[in-house]
């Protein structure tokens, strides 16, 4: 072997290898509508992600922005809107790819009083609907919050429960959880260690156990998508290419 091949050799070795996302077809969690949470700040930059998502194989995104009563007090008005806005602009630039919102809702006492009062919530797939929590402490009325979900008629997703470290240390709660048959998505991120090293843990672990229904992810910024180009470099890429997932029916 001369140098010249040595050389290309190496280059080639060290060459990441292309993300491709075809596999997952849709993308249910992002936050890509401008300026209405800590996601996308302008139309442009949502154009420039999109167009990113588009390119790692994404046929369609089901953009998720958050809906928090102390922080974005969004609604399915201002949310479908903003989604007008964003389908405009996409036509205008000729970027073909389907797009449409939901809401990622802050559970709380206020969203309960929401489903308790029949308001019609924004749904990623038929009566599905994305929820969260703080990271840190488990809230109060999850379990009742959860019930009155189902009582009204909705299936609740937990948004990145690998996050949450009172469920990383609560297995009964998990186990609760499983019991219910809540469904839990999994930020694509949280596999390459980009929160931290305990939660990519935990998102092997819901992986390994079979516990994931979604996969997502979570695009707030251009860095979001730069560290996801790592995902093919975890042990787990072809692992999660096998999970049966809702995203394929979105």
């Known amino acids: ?59 369609k995104i089901v953009t998720t922005p958050h809906i928090m009563s102390e922080f974005y007090k969004n609604t399915p008005e201002i949310i479908l809107g903003g989604l007008e806005i964003v ?8 970027i073909n790819i389907e797009i449409s919102a939901a809401a990622e809702y802050y559970l709380d006492e206020f969203f309960l009083e929401k489903v308790r009062n029949g308001e019609k919530l924004l749904t990623v797939y038929k009566n599905h609907v994305l929820v969260e929590t703080g990271f840190v402490a488990k809230p109060l009325m999850l379990v009742e919050i959860f019930f009155e979900m189902e009582m009204n008629g909705y299936k609740p997703i937990l948004a990145h429960p690998e996050r ?46 079979g516990r994931v229904k979604y996969l997502g992810t979570d695009t707030h910024n251009h860095r979001y998508l730069d560290a996801l180009q790592n995902l093919p470099q975890s042990k787990y890429f072809d692992i999660i290419q096998k999970i049966p997932l809702f995203n394929t029916h979105l």
């Open 1 to 59: 072997m001369g140098l010249f091949d040595f050389l290309k050799g190496k280059t080639k070795e060290n060459t990441p290898e292309k993300l491709d996302l075809s596999w997952m077809q849709a993308d249910m969690h992002s936050h890509l509508i401008p300026g209405i949470d800590d996601g996308s700040k302008t139309i442009e930059e949502s154009l420039e992600m999109i167009s990113r998502l588009k390119d790692f194989g994404i046929r």
């Open 87 to 94: 389908k405009k602009a996409l036509q205008k630039e000729s």
């Open 164 to 209: 949450y470290q009172y469920l990383a240390q609560d297995k009964k709660l998990l186990h609760e959880m499983i019991d219910r048959d809540i469904y839990f998505q999994l930020n694509l991120l949280s596999l390459t260690g980009f929160y931290s090293r305990h939660i990519q843990t935990f998102a092997e672990l819901l992986v390994k156990e």
